[in-house]
């Protein structure tokens, strides 16, 4: 008979400044299609540590079912908890109801404080770093395998150039070129510098370092002529969403009482996202940034599902996040800003 699921599961980085989202959340995947296995039908609940009542966690972490029915409870974001949120869960992971899986997922776990140390004592450890450089090969060959490609071994190089270590970014390329490629050949060293290339030094970088800035009306005519030029809506969303995560984690930290410096230190930067962060630190307060992302995840979700317009929600979803609010509503864009 097989084991039967672990009542926690702690998805963090072992190397600092690691953290991959899109890894993140292939594990917590996998750990609900395990419990559905295991267990049936799932209900899922999800909290932020930034934004959430620690009370109402808790709560949820040590009632039981009425119905029998297996709980998914995600805290994303646990080292945003104040030291009374984390006592807090600390005590409902000790009375944690049977019917209740929790999944943490935390960026980093300060081993000194008392949440992530019974954490570790209490869950299962899921690694969600960025993969080693070596390992990149082997995570692109995957992504192909998913889309039905394959790769040459010389678009497979190329294309590791262009993306770094970053997962997300890669399924966003691959999906790019999955759409530009006839399915009957391989993906070849030529179509990566056609299509990746080319969009990832300029189009894309020159959109995503205006969102950076808050320019709407820059950032609204540079995402027209990157979708006029065949981007494809998916690619836009990974290559936003590569940028914007490390901001997201600086400005909680500022927001937490860090200086910005501080913050760039221990999120651990590589050169090429320095301006951007330390703009978009300037420009964004994390909230906005954590819709913001919310939203983009839900546009990507709809765009797959063939059920919105990819283009509409983007110039909506820029507009919403670039455009500064007055008294609480959002400002009107000028004229600019607007596609035509």
């Not at 006592?87 to 300060?110: K, N, S, W, Y």
């Not at 400002?331 to 800003?337: F, G, Q, R, S, V």
Request: glycine share 10%; aromatic share 4%.
């Amino acid at each position: 008979m097989a084991a039967a699921p672990p009542p926690l599961y702690v998805l963090m980085e072992e190397r600092r400044g690691a953290f991959d989202g899109l890894r993140a959340d292939r594990a917590l995947v996998e750990i609900r299609r395990g419990l559905e296995r295991e267990q049936g039908s799932v209900a899922v609940l999800g909290y932020h540590g930034a934004d959430c009542d620690p009370d109402a966690v808790a709560d949820a972490i040590e009632t039981p079912s009425l119905f029998g029915t297996r709980t998914l409870l995600v805290l994303r974001g646990a080292e945003s908890l104040g030291e009374r949120g984390q006592e807090r869960l600390v005590r409902a992971l000790e009375r944690q109801a049977p019917q209740v899986t929790v999944a943490i997922v935390a960026h980093g776990g300060d081993q000194r404080r008392r949440l992530f140390v019974r954490c570790r004592d209490l869950g299962r450890r899921v690694p969600v770093d960025h993969p080693r450089a070596g390992e990149m090969g082997e995570w692109a060959e995957r992504f192909a395998r998913e889309r039905g490609r394959r790769l040459d071994d010389d678009a497979r190089v190329l294309l590791l150039e262009c993306v770094g270590r970053d997962l997300l970014l890669l399924a966003s390329e691959l999906d790019k070129l999955a759409a530009a490629v006839p399915g009957e050949r391989a993906i070849s060293g030529a179509d990566v510098l056609r299509v990746s290339a080319p969009g990832r030094e300029h189009g894309t970088f020159e959109m995503t370092d205006a969102v950076c800035v808050r320019d709407a009306a820059r950032a609204s005519r540079l995402l027209g002529q990157a979708l006029d030029e065949g981007a494809q809506p998916i690619a836009v969303i990974g290559a936003l969403a590569a940028t914007l995560k490390p901001i997201l984690a600086g400005a909680e930290l500022v927001a937490r009482g860090r200086r910005p410096e501080e913050a760039e230190r221990a999120i651990g930067l590589n050169p090429y996202q320095r301006r951007a962060v330390q703009q978009g630190l300037r420009a964004y307060r994390a909230g906005e940034l954590r819709r913001a992302l919310l939203r983009l995840a839900e546009i990507d979700l709809t765009i797959k599902t063939g059920t919105g317009d990819g283009r509409a929600m983007l110039e909506d979803w820029l507009l919403g996040l670039c455009v500064r609010r007055s008294g609480g509503r959002r400002a009107t864009p000028t004229p600019t800003a607007v596609r035509a």
